[in-house]
Each structure stands twice: as structure tokens, then as C-alpha cells.
């Protein structure tokens, strides 16, 4: 089995900034990607950011120039670090990673509550 952990979540003011963390831990093997998605009340999950195990990133529109993901693979933790963070930004963010090559598997994180307001 493989757990995620997060952390990092919290109260801001617009304008601050917020680093969130997640750790796998477990029968991890080999990580295919991982990244950050999103749900803010009334909505539906949305992808924030991702990275694959070869590095490569991708971000919704409206948190690009602001947001920034990365890995560190020897720890199997991605980071989220959140800059300039609008009212628009709250919601509970969960991390999600995809394990394997041929026959993949996803798992989530219970999630982390992030509000942005003053």
C-alpha cells in the first residue's frame, strides 16, 4: 500500500505565499508522475500542477508565473510553492501520484485546506 502525506496548508492574506508538501511512503516503486489538483467549494477537482518523473511540468493557466512545482525523488516528496495567492486560490488542494510503467496506479491524499483572505 502507499500513503501520502501532506502538509503546508493554511490562512493567508492575498499576496503571501504558501509552500505545500507530500510524502509517499510504501510500496512505491517506480513513480510515473505526481502533482497538485484542487477543489474548492461548489467546484469541480481541478488540475494545479504536475511533474513527471523526467521532469517536466505542467500548470493550469491561472496559477502559471505564480505557482511552482518540483520533486525531490530521494525523499518521494513533491512540493508545491504558492506566490502572489489570490482569494481565487482558496480551496482544499490534494496531492496525486502515479505509480508504475505498464499497469498504473493513482493515489490521493487526504488533502490540505489552503485560504486566501484578508
Known amino acids: 500500500q502507499v500513503q501520502l502525506v501532506e502538509s503546508g496548508g493554511g490562512l493567508v492574506q492575498p499576496g503571501e505565499s504558501l509552500r505545500l508538501s507530500c510524502a509517499a511512503s510504501?510500496?512505491?516503486?517506480?513513480?510515473?508522475?505526481m502533482g497538485w489538483y484542487r477543489q474548492a467549494p461548489g467546484k469541480q477537482r481541478e488540475l494545479v500542477a504536475t511533474?513527471?518523473?523526467?521532469?517536466?511540468?505542467n500548470y493550469t493557466e491561472s496559477v502559471k508565473g505564480r505557482f511552482s512545482v518540483s520533486r525531490d525523488y530521494a525523499k518521494n516528496t513533491v512540493y508545491l510553492e504558492m506566490n502572489s495567492l489570490k482569494p481565487e486560490d482558496t480551496a482544499v488542494y490534494y496531492c496525486?501520484?502515479?505509480?508504475?510503467?505498464?499497469?498504473?496506479?493513482?493515489?490521493w491524499g487526504q488533502g490540505t485546506q489552503v485560504t486566501v483572505s484578508s
Open positions: 510504501g510500496r512505491i516503486g517506480y513513480i510515473n508522475a
Open positions: 496525486k501520484i502515479v505509480i508504475g510503467t505498464i499497469v498504473r496506479r493513482t493515489y
Open positions: 511533474i513527471t518523473n523526467g521532469a517536466i511540468t
